[in-house]
């Protein structure tokens, strides 16, 4: 082996996941963020992680709201994850300029892509500084799957976004 960059890194370990993180918008609406440094953390509580920028938009909507579903996006919405990816949501409602359907979740505010293989409801219980994100720490109060959805996968580190048969 030789001594690489951890950006150099992500780009071995691809397939890396892909999520599309759902915040609640002060309009009702949804706002959708590609995010692939997630985590589980825990199953007994039920206890799942993300890492985003300080920046972001989402971050803000979950510091404010202390609610999120981390969702997995079914294949179908493989060229919108990278627009929600390239995109924020401070003066763009990503879900209505990119096509993805919503649907509604029993008792959650926030509605999610109907294309989702998995969605995670959660609570935010705390967030910490991690230089320049912010690691977001959840309890998750309700978990949905669907294994009809294919899931995506970020490819070539974070540039390409396809599923993992991709490379079969
Ligand atoms: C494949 C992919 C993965 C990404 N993963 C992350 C991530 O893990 N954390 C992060 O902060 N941003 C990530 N991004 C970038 C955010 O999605 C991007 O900054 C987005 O505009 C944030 O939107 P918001 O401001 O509406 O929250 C990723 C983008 C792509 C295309």
Partial sequence: MKKITLPA???LTSPNPVTLVCTLRPDG???????????YLSFNPSMIAFAMAKTSYSGECVRETKEVVV???GAALASQ??????TTGRDTDKAATFGVELTELDGCAIRVPVHSRVAI?????DFIEVGDHYLYI???????????EEALFAWN??????PAAKKV
């Fill in 157 to 162: 580190g974070y540039a390409e976004i396809a």
């Fill in 81 to 86: 994850a990278v627009s929600c990816g390239s």
């Fill in 29 to 39: 609406g949804t706002n959708l963020a590609t995010v692939s440094w997630w985590n």
């Fill in 9 to 11: 890194a992500s780009r």
């Fill in 121 to 125: 409801q959660c609570e935010l219980k």
């Fill in 71 to 73: 969702t997995v996006p």
């Fill in 138 to 148: 959840c309890t998750v109060k309700n978990v949905y799957g669907d294994a009809n």
